[in-house]
């Protein structure tokens, strides 16, 4: 069944990837809700967009695959609301910490970086969906600096 705008939804299916030069990765593949993975490994396109669990997208080329298995990835992907968790940082991060996560984490999940690399509608907008968790985990955490700054400033006068 397609989307509003007539597309057919993608899924995004867990999968190991065994390399040519014998390293296994894991992460996600998209394949359109009608597809199957052969057809996706088929299809007539060199590079095909791979998300790792950490949210960072790569363009991979097809010839370098030895094996594609669909399994469960290792860790899972988080889906909680945890800013912390989100950004990857410590519940002690200092200010500098937090706002180096949040630019790690904003380059490897933006969509235009997606846009420019040819990614599907569906693609961009879950890039989409991850940059607003990850912008409203980062206000979260600032507000909380900012919030706990003038007690800390108190403290110390």
């Known amino acids: 069944m397609g989307s509003a705008s007539g597309e057919i939804p993608k899924q995004k299916l867990g999968v190991e990837i065994e390399l040519d030069d014998g390293r296994l990765i894991y992460g996600y593949l998209f394949c359109s809700g009608q597809g199957r993975l052969t057809d996706l490994l088929n299809d007539d396109r060199m590079f095909l967009p791979f998300e790792h669990p950490d949210g960072k997208f790569t363009s991979l080329k097809k010839t370098s695959f030895r094996a594609v298995t ?22 002690d991060a200092r200010l500098d910490g937090i706002k180096q996560a949040y630019r790690e984490r904003a380059a490897a999940n933006h969509p235009d970086r997606l846009r420019g690399n040819g990614c599907s509608a569906d693609e961009i907008e879950a890039a989409t969906q991850r940059m607003t968790r990850i912008n409203d985990a980062y206000t979260r955490l600032l507000k909380q600096y900012e919030d706990a700054r003038p007690a800390a400033e108190t403290v110390s006068a």
């Open 70 to 91: 669909p399994v469960q990835p290792p860790d899972g992907e988080y889906d909680g609301n945890d800013p912390y968790r989100i950004l990857n940082v410590a519940r």
